[in-house]
């Protein structure tokens, strides 16, 4: 539809997996003052939501920017799959070296989801506990 | 520029059919929402106008004069309704997210007398949402 509006479609997803904060450029001193109780060697977890945004067309056949299911799959096998009751530090590969703060994870998780189909990912949000909030649109925010 | 929201609820039933495709395309693409009796939601819109404060009132735009345009146009128009027989602007749509942002941002726009509607978002549930906005907004 031609009228100069712009829909995008918000839909939120929840993992749960632990994770430690210790950067291997830095001694274990400075690991302890920079991350604090977060560099606990046996890590710690959270409820991780993840806000997903997209746009794009709708069609007029369904109403719709992508179809929920489609999207929901993909962010199921890109995202819940690989992190859902996991230590992000062991078990995904690119928390090996990074980091694994909800700033990388937002990055990592943008990266992993922008080539959906059937829409364009404008952005994604993460909410760590329910009072940090990260949120990332790619390199042009 | 001062953004200023204003939530509100209602509660509507709705189902997901295109009659121009067939019986089993439309369970297909819409599974559960293609139920013939259709289902319903509590919705939670949130309506963002932005605009200067006056400098007499301190004020964008009254929020009473917010609240009897949301309670005239959408209120009464779509709560406790079957917005696909009821709504006469969803006519011939899905009642998707998507498609009833639209129809309450075409809604709302003329009405604001004040700064201009800048967001409409429209929770279907918690974890589903849609915004609509002028494309190129600033994005508040």
């Known amino acids: 539809m031609m009228d100069g509006l712009k829909i995008e479609l918000g839909r939120r997803y929840l993992f749960s997996a632990s994770h430690r904060l210790h950067s291997s450029k830095?001694?274990?001193?400075?690991?302890?003052?920079v991350y604090g109780k977060c560099n606990n060697p046996h890590g710690h977890g959270h409820n991780y939501v993840v806000e997903v945004n997209v746009s794009g067309a709708v069609d007029p056949a369904t109403g719709m920017i992508a179809n929920l299911a489609d999207l929901d799959g993909f962010v199921e096998k890109e995202v819940i799959e690989p992190f859902d009751h996991k230590s992000l530090n062991e078990d995904v590969a690119a928390f090996r070296e990074n980091v694994p703060t909800t700033e990388n994870i937002c990055k990592e998780i943008f990266e992993r989801l922008k080539h959906f189909p059937e829409a364009k990912l404008e952005r994604v949000r993460v909410e760590?506990?329910?009072?940090?909030t990260f949120e990332y649109a790619g390199e042009e925010l | 520029m001062v953004y200023l929201t204003r939530k509100l609820e209602f509660s509507a039933s709705h189902l997901y059919h295109n009659p121009a495709l067939s019986a089993e395309e439309n369970k297909r693409i819409f599974g559960?929402?293609?139920?013939?009796?259709?289902?319903?939601?509590?919705?939670t819109l949130e309506v963002t106008v932005a605009g200067e404060p006056d400098p007499v009132t301190g004020m964008v735009l009254d929020l009473k004069?917010?609240?009897?345009?949301?309670?005239?146009?959408?209120?009464?128009?779509m709560?406790?309704?079957f917005l696909n027989?009821?709504?006469a602007e969803l006519k011939g749509q899905i009642p998707t997210?998507?498609?009833?942002?639209r129809v309450i941002w075409n809604l709302l726009e003329p009405k604001i007398s004040k700064g201009h509607l800048?967001?409409?978002?429209?929770?279907?549930?918690?974890?589903?949402?849609?915004d609509c906005y002028r494309n190129g907004a600033h994005r508040a």
């Open chain 2, 79 to 81: 709560d406790h309704r």
């Open chain 1, 128 to 132: 760590e506990t329910g009072n940090n």
């Open chain 2, 32 to 43: 559960k929402c293609n139920n013939p009796h259709g289902h319903g939601h509590n919705y």
């Open chain 2, 118 to 130: 800048h967001k409409v978002r429209l929770y279907e549930t918690p974890d589903l949402y849609a």
């Open chain 2, 85 to 87: 027989y009821e709504v």
């Open chain 2, 97 to 101: 997210c998507e498609n009833i942002a």
């Open chain 1, 26 to 33: 830095l001694s274990e001193e400075e690991n302890r003052r």
């Open chain 2, 65 to 77: 004069e917010l609240k009897e345009i949301l309670e005239r146009e959408i209120t009464q128009r």
